[in-house]
C-alpha cells in the first residue's frame, strides 16, 4: 500500500513538474507575442507621427499654392485694369453693382415702391451716360 501510495505521488508530482513546464513554454511563448505587439506598437506610433508630418506639409504646400495663384490673378487683374482702354466703364460697373447691391439695406422701411425703383433705374441711367462719355473720351486720347 506504500509502494502504491509512493507510485501515485510520483505520478502526481511528474504531472505537476510537466504542467509547470507547459506554462514556462507558455509564458515564454506569450512574452515573445507581447514583445512583437511592442515592436508593433512602436512601429504604429512612428508611422502615425510620419503621417501627421506629411498631411503637415501637404497643408503648408496648399496654402503656399493658393497664395502663389492668389498673387499672380491678382498681378493679372492689375495688368489689365492698367491697360484696358474701358477703365471707366469698369469703374462705371462696379460702382453700379455696389449700389444695387446696398439698395436692399438702404430702404430701412422695407417698402419696395414703383417710385423708388423708378428713381433707381434713373440713377443707374446717369450712371452709363456718364461711363459712356467717360469711354468716348478716354477712346479719343
Known amino acids: 500500500a506504500q509502494r502504491r501510495t509512493r507510485d ?3 505520478r502526481g508530482l511528474d504531472q505537476v513538474l ?3 513546464d507547459a506554462i514556462d513554454d507558455d509564458g515564454a511563448a506569450l512574452g515573445g507575442v507581447l514583445q512583437g505587439h511592442a515592436r508593433i506598437a512602436g512601429a504604429m506610433k ?3 507621427k510620419l503621417v501627421r508630418s ?3 506639409r501637404e497643408d503648408r504646400d496648399l496654402a503656399s499654392m493658393v497664395a502663389s ?3 499672380f490673378y491678382l498681378v493679372v487683374a492689375f495688368v489689365v485694369w492698367r491697360r484696358f482702354p474701358f477703365r471707366a466703364a469698369c469703374v462705371w460697373a462696379v460702382r453700379t453693382i455696389v449700389w444695387l447691391v446696398s439698395l436692399p439695406f438702404r430702404d430701412h422701411a422695407g417698402a419696395r415702391d414703383e417710385a423708388s425703383l423708378e428713381a433707381a ?3 443707374v441711367a446717369k450712371l452709363g451716360a456718364k461711363a459712356a462719355a467717360a469711354v468716348a473720351e478716354a477712346g479719343a486720347d
Request: glycine share 0%; aromatic share 6%; proline share 0%.
Open 54 to 56: 506629411i498631411k503637415t
Open 46 to 48: 512612428y508611422a502615425s
Open 121 to 123: 433705374a434713373e440713377v
Open 18 to 20: 510537466a504542467a509547470a
Open 69 to 71: 495663384v492668389a498673387v
Open 8 to 10: 501515485l505521488l510520483a
